[in-house]
């Protein structure tokens, strides 16, 4: 649900649909709200089912007739006790459904393993509990369900305000149904995030500068506004490669990657991380867990963990974790050690894409090593003559101007040695 698209491309239509209202209940106090405890674990549930495959998802996500919902719950809260059994004594700061579709998900089911959770680690007083939804009319008839299992934030795939963009991204829901949605889920719960995809096949600038300024307009405290990029895998890549569908220019892609950021900015709404923007105090707390290379355990299919030096990843399919559970009380099929150098390289590659930037001094004495061994010195300074990088004393950022290039700026500054653990 996530977009990060793929994706071929048809010509957007440039019909806009009535402007948005502003919505109630918008950017209110966010600014008051505290930021997750460092110490606080990060609790990551996947849901892995889908009712179709959108074109341009790498995600691991699956179309089934029928789930068992019954044989899914005991097989989770199985899963969960593993995970608080290596991590006992933790607090969780956070909880995040994602998938796949957990909206899906009966929310009797959310509520039993959020209930866990909270008997099992005990929860923080001000625990973020995020589900991904879809905006359909029939996810938006269980929002309340899932506000009153202790769900306080909703992140919806929204996508686009176009339905022709939504038909072309073989999205299951109307610009309409997707306002609706949005429009429930601001009175339903405290924080409301949606996602949009941009620079898609034949969009022009003013159509998604239009499009970005109606979504501002919802007065949602979060936005994640991903670029469309083709996935090995995806239908959108099979049709790429048969020469139906032609990806943006990578420079045009570009300029609206800086027009978004002006634009976004200018309505309070800055990015906090190359993806994601939001009101001053509205951050995700769970995913700053993830940037800040925080610790998070993972549970559900595919999930990744990191926990006390440890990676964990689980099996995929679902069919194969309902077995592994069964037969080992938890889903995991790999679980290693992390080294250290490894760990600094994470570190580093997820805290860069913040805007806040990384402490270079706090990381070292995290990591026992020196400032000066994480970061090439040279090329920091090299690049931030171009203007691609800040550097003030041990704290090292990636400009706005930068984060169109960071990939290839993490790979220039990042030593090789870290690169390759
Ligand atoms: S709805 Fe499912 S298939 Fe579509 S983007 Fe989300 S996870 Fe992927």
Redesign the pocket.
């Known amino acids: 649900?996530?977009?990060r698209a793929g994706g071929d491309l048809l010509p957007v239509a440039s019909t806009l649909l009535p402007e948005a209202p502003a919505f109630a209940g918008a950017r209110n106090a966010a600014s008051d709200r505290p930021m997750p405890a460092a110490d606080d674990l990060a609790l990551y549930i996947h849901w892995p089912f889908?009712?179709?495959?959108?074109p341009?998802?790498?995600?691991n996500?699956h179309v089934r007739d029928e789930v068992d919902a019954q044989a899914w719950q005991a097989a989770l809260l199985t899963d969960l006790r593993h995970e608080h059994a290596q991590t006992a004594g933790r607090r969780v700061g956070s909880i995040f459904f994602g998938?796949?579709?957990p909206s899906l998900m009966p929310p009797a089911l959310a509520c039993a393993l959020i209930e866990e959770a909270a008997r099992l680690w005990g929860l923080a007083d001000d625990c973020e509990i995020t589900l991904?939804a879809?905006p359909t009319s029939y996810e938006a008839g269980k929002f309340a369900d899932f506000r009153a299992a202790r769900v306080n934030r909703v992140s919806l795939?929204v996508?686009s305000l176009h339905d022709e963009a939504l038909t072309f991204l073989?999205?299951?829901h109307s610009a309409a149904e997707a306002m609706a949605a949005l429009e429930s889920a601001q009175g339903l719960f405290g924080r409301v995030t949606f996602d949009l995809i941009y620079a898609r096949p034949g969009q022009i600038a003013a159509e998604w500068e239009a499009e970005l300024a109606r979504a501002l307009a919802f007065g949602t405290e979060h936005l994640s506004l991903y670029q469309l990029t083709i996935e090995p895998g995806t239908g959108f890549a099979g049709a790429v490669a048969r020469g139906r569908l032609t990806p943006m220019d990578a420079d045009e892609a570009a300029d609206l990657f800086v027009q978004t950021q002006e634009q976004t900015a200018a309505a309070g709404l800055p990015a906090y991380e190359i993806s994601n923007h939001a009101a001053e105090g509205a951050q995700s707390h769970h995913n700053l867990t993830y940037w800040r290379y925080g610790d998070y355990a993972g549970i559900g299919p595919g999930a990744h963990g990191r926990r006390n030096g440890m990676a964990t990843i689980r099996h995929k399919k679902p069919e194969a974790f309902l077995r592994r559970v069964g037969e080992n009380g938890h889903g995991i099929s790999e679980e290693r050690a992390l080294g250290r150098e490894e760990q600094l390289s994470e570190a580093l590659l997820m805290g860069l894409r913040l805007a806040e930037g990384v402490d270079l001094a706090a990381l070292a004495t995290r990591f026992g090593t020196t400032p000066a061994a994480l970061i090439d010195a040279k090329r920091a300074d090299f690049y931030a003559g171009l203007g691609f990088v800040t550097r003030k004393g041990e704290h090292i950022t990636i400009t706005p101007q930068g984060m169109p290039l960071l990939d290839a700026l993490l790979a220039e500054l990042v030593p090789a040695h870290l690169c390759a653990a």
Do not use: A
């Open positions: 649900m996530r977009p889908c009712l179709k495959k959108c341009y998802c790498d995600f996500s998938g796949g579709t991904e879809n795939g996508q073989g999205r299951e």
